[in-house]
DNA sequence: CAATAGATGTCCT
DNA sequence: GGACATCTATTGG
């Protein structure tokens, strides 16, 4: 199990080293759900698209609590999404988890998830934390010393195979490349979505990907 | 495969 | 009242 040093960082240095750890979530019958992460997200308290960037409110204070433990916000009416806490006490940052790879209780999964394709069980930050049955309880869960959420050392993924890009889903600070991935992983979501204000001007930033099925 | 609209609750101006 | 760190179904190629 990571340790609370490996959370006591900046959240662009905990981010690509949360890469190819293990997510482990006990259910409350005792089942264990298990995940390799491939996608990630640093969010900072000096960044514009941060929830801690307006400071410490009532959703947010897990975010400027002590590093290690998990931030839960419900978010467009019907999403949870699960945030690692990182740097020191009273600071505002936070690692996004945006999608991982199953490894262990994919039925139970799919039973949260109501469909059955690996692919889908974890792939976005919405699909990851209603595959593991995580929501408003699981707010400032310890990851470190806590019985529900853990997170395992795994394999970490080699700089060489990290792939960098714009943030999903946000409006402001859209030039920080600050979102993580695992080069080549089938698992990662869907990315950002063209149209809305943009006019179409990402792909020139657009993050490689693996080779295309055609 | 790509693009779009709709659903839905909470936070903050 | 507007925006939101999203997902699904549906449409058209």
Redesign the pocket.
């Known amino acids: 199990v990571l340790r609370r040093s490996f959370f006591r960082r900046p959240s662009l240095e905990v981010a690509p080293d949360l890469l190819g750890r293990t997510l482990v979530r006990v259910l409350p019958d005792g089942a264990r759900l298990a995940a390799r992460i491939v996608e990630v ?1 640093a ?1 900072r308290e000096d960044d514009p ?4 960037f ?1 400071g410490r ?4 204070e897990v ?1 400027f609590g002590p590093p290690g433990h998990v ?1 839960v916000y ?6 949870f ?1 699960m ?1 690692v806490v990182t740097g020191e006490e009273g600071e505002g940052s ?1 690692v ?1 988890l945006r999608a991982a790879e199953p490894i262990q209780g994919l039925e139970r999964m799919a039973a949260h ?3 059955a394709d690996p692919r ?1 069980l974890c792939s ?5 934390c209603q595959a593991f049955g995580v929501g408003r309880p699981q707010n400032g869960a310890d990851l470190v010393r806590g019985a529900e959420l853990r997170l395992e050392a795994g394999s970490p993924v080699a700089p060489d195979l990290v792939v960098s890009g714009p ?6 600070a859209t030039d920080r490349p600050w979102r993580f991935m695992v080069a080549g992983s089938r698992f990662v ?2 990315g950002p ?3 809305g204000t943009g006019s ?1 001007a990402g792909a020139a930033t657009a993050p490689r990907r693996g080779s295309p ?1 055609s």
Request: with cysteine; net charge positive; glycine share 16%.
């Open positions: 997200e969010y698209a941060s929830h801690s307006r409110t009532a959703r947010t975010m931030y419900f978010t467009y009416g019907m999403h999404c945030n936070a996004l998830r109501g469909v889908l976005g930050p919405g699909r990851l943030r999903v889903g946000i409006r402001v979501s869907r979505r063209t149209g179409g099925r």
